[in-house]
């Protein structure tokens, strides 16, 4: 994502609704828009968000992992083969 540049990523709301095609058609980073001189709302591309919530997603497989390993909900290199190998004949 790209870094936002206060002097370039903020606009007042009023300036957003005036422009708004133009400011869609340039989005190249996160918009931030204000609204009575206080941040509002944040305008990011398509792909930006996509970006985000893959990252979410990662970070949250990562965070069950780790709860999985502290609740002892872990399984030998044996087992998991013996398991991988169960599911495959199942199909």
Same mark, same amino acid.
């Given at each position: 994502?790209?870094?936002?540049? =206060?002097s370039?990523?903020?606009?007042p709301?009023?300036?957003?609704?005036?422009?708004?095609?133009?400011?869609?058609?340039?989005?190249?980073?996160?918009?931030i828009?204000?609204?009575?001189?206080?941040?509002?709302? =944040?305008?990011?591309?398509?792909a930006?968000?996509?970006?985000i919530?893959?990252?979410?997603?990662?970070?949250?497989?990562?965070?069950?992992?780790m709860?999985?390993?502290?609740a002892?909900?872990?399984?030998?290199?044996?087992?998991?083969?013996?398991r991988?190998?169960?599911?495959?004949?199942?199909?």
């Amino acid at each position: 994502m790209k870094h936002i540049s =206060v002097s370039d990523g903020v606009i007042p709301l009023g300036e957003f609704k005036s422009h708004a095609p133009r400011y869609l058609k340039n989005l190249d980073g996160p918009l931030i828009i204000t609204q009575n001189g206080r941040p509002a709302g =944040v305008l990011i591309s398509p792909a930006e968000y996509d970006q985000i919530r893959q990252q979410q997603s990662f970070l949250e497989s990562i965070a069950a992992g780790m709860n999985d390993v502290h609740a002892g909900r872990v399984m030998n290199e044996e087992t998991l083969k013996n398991r991988l190998a169960t599911a495959r004949k199942l199909r």
